[in-house]
């Protein structure tokens, strides 16, 4: 069986179509969280974590720190799930806020859940939708992405939408803490922060953002056959190539949620190098390059010193002239 048909046969498929203006996504859709995986990610929040939130508020909700911080902040979470052998969580799933807010039965609290420290939710709220404000036109759609003037202005734009979801939950001058500094000790903030981070990677791939992770691996060799795959992004394509024209036998593409894969016929020399070209939906456009030795051809092991036999040997009397030089 081919390393494709592997893959294509181990792959669950996400609903990664948002309606409400999303059009892609590089997360799966929130749809609600056990009990088990609830109490997981408490217990990672509550406490420090929270505070830390708080503390930094002043110095990172502004324009160019407000995603990168909290890319950082849940990427903390995610480590930690991984660790604690909950990788069906990683990346962690997004909440449109045009969705209701997702019931998890039998345990109907869940998603509403809070840390002690922090002040409890108002009832009412579990599968009902909120205003979503602009995240229900096609303002954050990849093709709309490049009507941004820059990074500032998409930046500052995404902040606004986002304290206005925060903010949703309030009624009259009834504050809830989803709208305090405190919101990371609401189950809630989590997944909607997941969804705002998406955002803002289709922006980096749809501009091709020069911190926009890009890389290349080798997977497997299968007969005659090298497999390679790259980072997909939404909002992005990739076009392969090699640039050893003995190797240039590229046999297949295709992609899978998460990667774009390359398998090739590299036959007949050790070294070669893989290029991936992305092309954002903005139109720009960066390469990728990576080489390698393959792994299907076996280069000799040389020795460090002159066999036994041959370290003496001279072709004259006096040994001064015409010995053996060895040479690595």
Not at 263 to 270: F, G, Y
């Amino acid at each position: 069986m081919s390393y494709k048909t592997k893959i294509l046969a181990m792959m669950l498929f996400f609903n990664l179509s948002y309606m409400f203006g999303q059009d892609c996504s590089n997360r799966p859709k929130f749809t609600g969280f056990s009990q088990a995986e609830t109490d997981k990610i408490m217990e990672y929040v509550c406490g420090p974590i929270v505070q830390f939130h708080v503390e930094e508020m002043p110095a990172n909700h502004f324009l160019e720190n407000f995603l990168p911080w909290h890319r950082e902040y849940i990427q903390g979470l995610e480590e930690f799930l991984a660790n604690e052998g909950f990788s069906n969580l990683v990346p962690l799933p997004a909440w449109n806020p045009c969705d209701v807010i997702p019931d998890s039965p039998p345990f109907q609290d869940s998603i509403l859940t809070n840390c002690p420290e922090v002040d409890a939710m108002p009832p009412g709220y579990l599968g009902e939708s909120i205003d979503c404000h602009d995240f229900e036109t096609n303002k954050y759609t990849c093709s709309e992405l490049c009507t941004f003037d820059d990074f500032e202005d998409f930046a500052s734009t995404l902040q606004a939408d986002h304290d206005r979801i925060h903010n949703a939950f309030d009624e009259g001058d009834v504050v809830t803490p989803f709208s305090s500094p405190q919101s990371p000790g609401i189950l809630l903030f989590w997944p909607w922060h997941a969804f705002v981070d998406d955002i803002y990677l289709k922006y980096q791939a749809a501009t091709l953002d020069p911190d926009l992770p890009l890389n290349i691996e080798f997977v497997s060799e299968d007969c005659c056959e090298l497999t390679f795959r790259a980072p997909r992004y939404c909002c992005s394509e990739v076009t392969w190539s090699i640039d050893n024209p003995k190797a240039n036998s590229i046999i297949d593409d295709w992609s899978t949620d998460d990667y774009w894969f390359m398998t090739a016929s590299v036959l007949s020399s050790p070294g070669y190098t893989v290029n991936a070209s992305y092309t954002g939906t903005c139109g720009n456009s960066k390469t990728v390059s990576r080489s390698f030795i393959s792994p299907m051809v076996t280069l000799p092991t040389l020795p460090t010193s002159p066999p036994l036999h041959l370290q003496d040997i001279c072709m004259d009397d006096d040994e001064k002239d015409n010995c053996y030089v060895f040479q690595i």
